[in-house]
T-cell receptor, first 111, second 113 residues
Framework: GEDVEQSLFLSVREGDSSVINCTYT??????LYWYKQEPGAGLQLLTY?????DMKQDQRLTVLLNKKDKHLSLRIADTQTGDSAIYFC???????????FGKGTRLHILP | KAGVTQTPRYLIKTRGQQVTLSCSPI?????VSWYQQTPGQGLQFLFE???????NKGNFPGRFSGRQFSNSRSEMNVSTLELGDSALYLC????????????FGPGTRLTVT
């Protein structure tokens, strides 16, 4: 079945760029998403990209999509303490339209 | 514009009981999806409703059911609760089924003892 994989942890120094990576298996994905979850809260949609795009930029966030390798990344420029959270990658398949989430990457900011 | 609201926020039930959770989508949104989040399994899709019809269903037993009302509000029901049903239940809304932007509510934390 479809699967979304991402590393569980990432530590980054404040002010540096964070890059969170994700791979997926469904080649028919229509949309790919990045969500942020802070402790005790629901998921906040950060950004999403259509599968026919290879890059999307939104302020400090840059999403890169390599459709051939089924690889998605989220770059956060000038990482701040408020960016500390769990980041989920997700894809929506074209066949069944379900959204499949990765297990999340916990981003830890070092002072 | 108000966001997605879920009630109650916290719930404690005992094994064998049943529970009903409620979700009110963003005004104008007609699609509501439900997810279960646990530390072990992560986020798993339960079902999606659009225009009062279940459009999609995840791999959960029949004890998990849902419905959507004409005002797009949705409820999910879990019968014969098991300890493993303890989780954060998240609801998400979008304008229509299959569209990109899906917004989540804060969730209902269900604890089964």
């Amino acid at each position: 079945g479809e699967d979304v994989e991402q590393s569980l942890f990432l530590s980054v120094r404040e002010g540096d760029s964070s890059v969170i990576n994700c791979t997926y298996t469904d080649s028919s994905s229509t949309y790919l998403y990045w969500y942020k979850q802070e402790p005790g809260a629901g998921l906040q949609l950060l950004t999403y990209i259509f599968s026919n795009m290879d890059m999307k930029q939104d302020q400090r966030l840059t999403v890169l999509l390599n459709k051939k390798d089924k690889h998605l990344s989220l770059r956060i420029a000038d990482t701040q303490t408020g960016d500390s959270a769990i980041y989920f990658c997700a894809e929506r398949g074209n066949r069944d339209d379900k959204i499949i989430f990765g297990k999340g990457t916990r981003l830890h900011i070092l002072p | 514009k108000a966001g997605v609201t879920q009630t109650p926020r916290y719930l404690i039930k005992t094994r064998g009981q049943q529970v009903t959770l409620s979700c009110s989508p963003i005004s104008g949104h007609r699609s509501v999806s439900w997810y279960q989040q646990t530390p072990g399994q992560g986020l798993q899709f339960l079902f999606e409703y659009f225009s009062e019809t279940q459009r999609n269903k995840g791999n959960f037993p029949g004890r998990f059911s849902g419905r959507q009302f004409s005002n797009s509000r949705s409820e999910m029901n879990v019968s014969t609760l098991e300890l493993g049903d303890s989780a954060l239940y998240l609801c998400a809304s979008s304008l229509a089924s299959g569209l990109g932007e899906q917004y989540f509510g804060p969730g209902t934390r269900l604890t089964v003892t």
